[in-house]
């Protein structure tokens, strides 16, 4: 008993020691709401940034996988069962060597082929120029950004699941005892609700990413069972995303006008008349004002950034420098050589293949044994003639949208839009794998705000616990002696022990908990962080699943396909093919898969070391020196990262300036003029 007023006088002795010039001072916790300002400003600048920046990814390569899918689904028809191209002996052997029917079929099928073999080299010609463009250089960067999302964002669920596990302990811990009046059931089940959120969001995504197990191990067997066919929607679903995106169609509508502006010139160039020039000057006058738009737009934007920042960050200066146009175009002509080649090497090959299905026909024609009555032979005949026409018609479909994509075109205006989208994705990348260090530092900051707090708090724990002792003893002795005058008068101390310790608790409410009171300022502050915390995992993961399943869905459908593992004696045509949709789609769609499940079995793995280490252990309080040293390699860390954010704002406030659009348009408007002297000196004549 002696030894609890002892611990209870300490409190109000450390109540007392609070209004100390340190405690008044508040430096930390000023520190802390700072670093909380930037940190909501990073999260939604870095959000909203890479949700845009992977739309215009995405539908800056929607042409390349457009061809992609389309030359796949074409194959996949060619094989069907109901057309079988590369085998028509089975079909013509039926009838009379030399019949006109049967032999205009052949020359339908052969001419299909040939277009088909055809279209797949142009698509591999496209694919190959994505590859060199700056395409390629955008598509590394979001790549390259997603990868620190998805680290980061693991590494933050696992982070916050411990600190909620550890909230809702330290909201249990007064039940435990025999002081009621600690009790506090809406804060407890509060901290209860927390964690099984936390779990929940968990559980859920683990249940979506089926494919890989408890311990994080993962099987690509597991995407071609049934559970598999659950992915097969989410292909449509990310092309209807991107489709119906609003930067879609305006990005659309911008390259339209540069192609009908080309063709404009193209048709002036081919017949120099009167009424071509104004089409030319009418078409370029629309894309100039449109491109007037976009500029502005994205001038006001860039402008607006440049603002925040330097309202964040007054102390860090930078000077603006002279951004370097970096040559992302590399010779093409070898490597479309190298496809040219090999394409009419197929070519030979997929002849004389012909030539061995001709002797394969003339062999069934002989000593084939024929199944087929007259009338199931007729069906089959016109089955396979209706099924030449639609698949004529299919092929013309991408043979017409390869002549419209017109690269040259809209090269300018797609290598403005990746670069810009390049850089940005940098800066990204930067901000996403800084974010859960800034996440430790507003902690540890937070901390350090607390620091005044700890002794009156520990004062407060250790009463508490002494109390529960000398609780415990007298329940213990209560059967023996409960009648004893020691008992009485020690149950009588002990409550009147009880009203001292409840006056120290509700004095240290006041002076915590307060209007002013620090505890409830910090409380606040790590409140705001935990909900920005939240908001990142919960959009970032959302992200980072979308990205899984998409990928996956792709994986499962390039193995499930009935050109993968083409053998070696198949048709030529079908193995020209494989070696491109090899090259330009599967191989890359697989070993995305295997970076992305990969990173996601390190998560689970550290979320599973974190619960074996054990959840209980609290974080350690640097020492103020050990702060100081850390928050100033932190400092030196960020205004390094600002300076890099303010220099690339300000190049693109520069290329996004209106003077640029008349530069670029420069060589046009002379043409024009001189188009219009040529015409006024005819009249003239």
Known sequence: MDQLDTDIQEVFACLRKLKDSKYESRSFLNDAKKELRVFDFVVEDTLSEIFELRQIVAQEGWDLNFLINGGRSLMMTAESESLDLFHVSKRLGYLPSGDVRGEGLKKSAKEIVARLMSLHCEIHKVAVAFDRNSYAMAEKAFAKALGALEESVYRSLTQSYRDKFLESERAKIPWNGHITWLRDDAKSG??????????????????????????????????????????????????????????????????????????????????????????????????????????????????????????????????????????????????????????????????????????????????????????????????????????????????????????????????????????????VFEDVKEMPCRIEEIEKTLRMAE??????????????????????????????????????????????????????????????????????????????????????????????EKELLCVSSRLRNTECDCVSGVKKEAPPGKKFYAQYYDEIYRVRVQSRWMTMSERLREGVQACNKMLKAGLSEEDKVLKEEEYWLYREERKNKEKRLVGTKIVATQQRIQEFQPSDIVESSNEKVSLMDKARFLFNREDHS
């Not at 004893?484 to 409410?509: F, H, I, M, N």
């Open 451 to 544: 620091l005044p707090l700890l002794p009156t708090k520990k004062a407060f724990e250790k009463a508490c616990s002494q109390y529960n002792s000398c609780a415990e003893m007298l329940e213990k002795v209560k059967p023996y002696c409960k009648e004893s005058l020691a008992y009485v008068t020690s149950k009588e101390r002990l409550v009147s022990l009880d009203e001292d310790l409840r006056r120290a608790y509700t004095e240290c409410q006041k002076r915590f908990q307060g209007d002013s009171g620090l505890e409830s300022e910090v409380r606040a502050c790590r409140e705001q962080l935990r909900e920005r915390i939240q908001e990142f995992e919960t959009q970032g993961l959302d992200l980072v």
């Open 190 to 427: 509060c901290a209860e609700k927390k964690l099984r959120d936390a779990e929940e969001r968990w559980k859920k995504f683990r249940k979506a990413v089926f494919w890989v197990e408890e311990d994080g191990g993962f099987d690509i067997n597991n995407l071609l069972g049934d559970w598999g066919t659950v992915l097969d929607p989410y292909r449509q679903e990310r092309m209807d995303e991107i489709t119906f995106h609003e930067l879609y169609e305006k990005t659309t509508f911008l390259k339209r006008l540069h192609r009908k502006c080309a063709l404009a010139k193209t048709t002036f160039e081919k017949k120099r008349s009167k009424k071509n020039l104004q089409a030319v000057e009418e078409a370029n006058a629309r894309r100039l004002k449109y491109v007037r738009d976009w500029y502005d737009q994205e001038f006001q934007k860039a402008g607006e950034r440049l603002e925040k920042l330097h309202a964040l960050y007054p102390e860090v200066s930078v000077s603006i420098r002279e951004n370097k146009i970096q040559e992302t175009r590399s010779n093409l002509e070898k490597a479309y050589e190298a496809i040219e080649e090999n394409y009419r090497c197929c070519v030979r090959e997929q002849e004389d293949y012909w030539k061995e299905e001709e002797k394969r026909e003339a062999e069934f024609r002989e000593r084939g044994n024929k199944i087929l009555s007259p009338e199931e032979l007729e069906s089959s005949l016109e089955q396979f003639d209706h099924g030449l026409k639609n698949f004529s018609e299919k092929l013309m479909e991408l043979e017409g949208h390869i002549l419209k994509l017109q690269k040259e075109a809209t090269a300018e205006v797609e290598n403005k839009i990746l670069s810009d989208a390049e850089s940005r994705l940098e800066i």
